[in-house]
């Protein structure tokens, strides 16, 4: 399957191939598969880049004055002989196959290899005195409706800033439930563990013999269940006051332990280190109010230096 889109313009410019780029990742990030010059490294290779533009679902030509002159007098130049190849495609392709972008080219000229054909066309003059630098919302609708196959009618379309807010609401829920968000390289540490977004309900911390995983899941107001199911034992600390040494007492043949706010639990992984968790606060789930408040469980923990 070809690329969405394949963009041929000239080089009249740095500032003019620095717009037609920051097109084409306008177009990248609304999700379009885009193909420019520096994707292409055409050569001498006719048949190559012939296919690869053959493959691309439409072609959009961005035609300033100097693109209309390279495509109508300069049949070597880069223009030129995009022009003549895309003009051979051109002859078995559905007319929305092509079309035009008008940028520094107020009367609209096109190279003459069109012809009458007269593609659909975008307008992305700027008037003289304006400060606008690059396309506006509105225009780069209307384009990536084009590239999409949608009608140019917008009366039953979602507008792209409705479409940019559902993509960044997906994106933040995804976020919420990446484990690089519950993982954590230091031996000490303190975090507030929205355990419900997380993998299986567990917090990472420390690497190699060091890593160690608090499971955990809500139990009542105060307190919270935490597991042995991802390390291997756990264990309540029953006294106020403990000695590292005699940390592994308190741990037991069980599957969990159930940890109240200001308690802490001592944890075992598969290496036989230990690790400390004291329970700071805990918030259970509450869907009676206005406003949905998710349960999480805010604890520091450190791995014990001499265990």
Known sequence: MGADLFISYAWTSKGHREWVRLLAAQLKALGFDVLIDADVDY?????GFMRRVADCKHVLLVVDQNYVERADTMPDSGVGKESRWIAEVYEDRDPAWLSTLFVD???CALPAWLGDRMPKGF?????????Q??????QIEDLWRWVSGLPANRDSATPIATLRERATRLEQQDLRSDPSQWRSPDLVG?????????????????????????AV????????????????????????????ADLERHLTPGRSVTPRTGQSVVLMNAH???????????QREDTSGSQYAPPFVNFRWRVVETS
């Open 43 to 47: 050569g001498d290779d006719l048949n």
């Open 105 to 107: 080219n107020a009367s």
């Open 123 to 131: 307008d992305f003059n700027h008037s003289p005195g304006s400060q």
């Open 133 to 138: 630098q690059f396309p506006g919302a509105e």
């Open 190 to 214: 303190e975090t507030r563990f929205m355990y419900e977004d997380a993998p299986g309900k567990r917090f990472y911390w420390g690497l190699g013999a060091s890593e160690f995983a608090l």
């Open 217 to 244: 899941s809500g139990r009542s107001y105060d307190s919270v269940y935490v597991y042995k199911d991802p390390i291997k034992a756990v264990g309540l600390i029953q006294v106020d006051d403990v000695d590292d």
């Open 272 to 282: 036989g280190r230990l690790a400390v968790v004291d329970i700071l606060q805990v």
